[in-house]
């Protein structure tokens, strides 16, 4: 009988970093959409409240391996000093179901996140779409930075947070990424130049108003998972081409998506699944702002992580 914890292989976030840099994960994001996997039938993630939080489990199956991530969403953590997601993730071999692999599941979802909004903004923005604003000034906000500078040349950076310090934390950060922006603190106001927008907040309610978005704006928002939440208002929704993971995720999770249906801004049969983006189906939209809605679903993980396994194997 072999030893299973003997035999996986232990990721922690610099190997990860080093097996899979932010245009693989975006690749890697990209062709398990192409190559015609529909996350409507993903694995349902399971969402548990308990005491400061959450936890999650979000397991997927696919190109033989499977995986389970167990997160946890700490709101307090920041005050802290961690990470307010946390989590380790276990990839299986798809037929035996044995583990094979145990990784550092916060970095994981640090790459995976962003990886999954550029991918789609690669395919939904005009290619001279450089003019970025971000609001948030956390991990994701400055992550999403890094994954757009390498789908776009970035011209300008705008980073928009309620505490000063925080917000001037996060341009010098970003600023190691986006090394041919004008990188700086920014406002509502420059949303008038933006021609691609970024929430990455907790917001529990819209943080601009919809005629603040131009026609050819490219808008992604995944600060929430919570059917309560919502940074977008629901008029934007009503005058974008909004692009979802998948509807019956959408339909449950996704706060900016619940509030549009439920005003009557938005129908469901308007939504614009990734699955339909990719393969062609669909086409983006030319006379619309685009809104792309994510909460986050186990088959992105699943795809970046066994792009880390395998680039170990080939190692």
């Not at 938005?266 to 339909?276: F, N, S």
């Amino acid at each position: 009988m072999s030893d299973v914890i003997a035999d996986l292989a232990l990721i922690d976030a610099a190997t990860l970093a080093a097996r899979v840099s932010m245009a693989d994960a975006i690749r890697a994001v990209g062709e398990v959409l192409r190559g015609g996997f529909d996350p409507e039938g993903d694995l349902p993630r399971t969402i548990l409240d308990v005491p400061h939080g959450q936890l999650l489990l979000m397991p997927a199956a696919f190109g033989g391996m499977a995986g389970q991530k167990l997160a946890s969403v700490a709101p307090d953590n920041p005050a802290h000093g961690r990470d307010r997601i946390q989590a380790v993730y276990v990839v299986l071999d798809g037929t035996t179901l044995a583990p094979i692999a145990v990784m550092d599941g916060t970095a994981l979802t640090s790459l995976r996140t962003p990886a999954v909004s550029a991918a789609v903004v690669d395919a939904l923005a005009g290619p001279d779409a450089g003019d970025l604003v971000v609001f948030g000034t956390g991990p994701q906000a400055v992550q999403h930075v890094r994954a757009l500078c390498t789908v776009r040349a970035l011209r300008t950076v705008r980073l928009i947070g309620r505490d000063p310090a925080k917000a001037a934390d996060a341009v010098a950060h970003a600023r190691d990424f986006a090394t041919e922006a004008d990188v700086a603190v920014g406002s509502v106001a420059d949303l008038a130049a933006a021609d691609l927008i970024v929430c990455a907040t907790t917001a529990t309610d819209p943080l601009f108003v919809a005629d603040a978005v131009r026609t050819d704006a490219t808008v992604v928002a995944i600060g929430s998972h919570e059917p309560g939440k919502a940074e977008l208002p629901p008029a934007l929704l009503g005058r974008g081409q909004v692009v979802v993971e998948s509807r019956r995720v959408a339909a449950t999770e996704a706060g900016d998506v619940i509030r549009a249906l439920d005003a009557g801004a938005l129908h469901p049969e308007e939504l614009v699944t990734m699955h339909e983006l990719f393969t062609g189906k669909v086409s983006p939209a030319k006379d619309r702002p685009r809104i792309v809605k994510t909460c986050g679903m186990g088959w992105q993980d699943l795809a970046v992580a066994a792009r880390a396994v395998r680039t170990g194997e080939e190692r």
